[in-house]
């Protein structure tokens, strides 16, 4: 089944305390990207890759670091979390980079930083 | 730099009755138009997309939305709602370079249906 997973789906965690968040693609999409969802905001970019190795800023980057080193893998981490980084998290990929297809979710991981 | 807006934050509908879910754009270029729906604890599903062409385009369940460039409006309707149809609806906009990466989403419109 095609599909976007994203591990893990839901954690909490403290100030400071390292973490990556997974994802992973089956449908060999050259495009991935990540969003925070928090009410009101809708979903806003964070980090987006075009290809391996070829990864850029969204509109939110502060906080975060990402790496694309497999075109399946697109993983999100966070060196030092901070309690406004709660949020809802969704990866995505799409077939070719850019906008000009659909980009499909993973299922979304929820995180909470005390 | 592209924007998307949505006007609508709430919008309650009886069911069976019709809907329109407003999307208003700023890009500097012909973009590429989505409307994404979430239903509760779900990700995102795409409902339908608007690249070139005619410019009323069919969606699944029933959705349609149509591209009015004039008005930077790609709205999105429905003729009879069903209550499966509640949900958080999401336009966006990706660019038209496909050399560029980002994706603009809107705040989002929650739709509830009333019985």
């Known amino acids: 089944e095609a599909q976007v997973t994203q591990n893990p789906r839901y954690l909490i965690t403290v100030t400071g305390k390292k973490l990556t968040v997974t994802c992973s693609q089956n449908?060999?999409?050259?495009?991935m990207s990540w969003y925070r969802q928090d009410p009101g905001l809708g979903l806003r970019q964070i980090y987006y890759?075009?290809?391996?190795?070829?990864?850029d800023k969204g509109d939110v980057p502060e906080g975060y670091k990402v790496s694309r080193k497999e075109k399946r893998n697109f993983p999100l981490i966070l060196e030092s979390p901070s309690p406004n980084q709660t949020s809802l998290y969704f990866c995505?990929?799409?077939?070719?980079?850019?906008?000009?297809?659909?980009?499909?979710f993973g299922p979304g991981t929820r995180l909470t930083v005390t | 730099a592209q924007s998307v807006t949505q006007p609508d934050i709430h919008i309650t509908v009886s069911e069976g009755a019709s809907l329109e879910l407003r999307c208003n754009y700023s890009y500097g270029a012909t973009p590429y138009l989505f409307w994404y729906v979430q239903s509760p604890g779900q990700g995102l599903q795409l409902l339908l997309k608007y690249f070139s062409g005619d410019t009323l385009v069919q969606g699944i369940k029933g959705f349609e939305a149509e591209f009015k460039r004039s008005q930077s409006s790609f709205n999105l309707r429905k003729p009879s709602v069903h209550w499966s149809d509640a949900a958080e609806y999401f336009c966006a906009v990706g660019p038209a370079n496909t050399n560029a990466g980002k994706s603009t989403f809107g705040d989002g419109t929650t739709l509830t249906v009333k019985p």
């Open positions: 890759s075009m290809n391996v190795e070829v990864t």
């Open positions: 995505a990929s799409s077939l070719l980079p850019g906008g000009t297809y659909e980009q499909y």
């Open positions: 449908m060999n999409h050259e495009y």
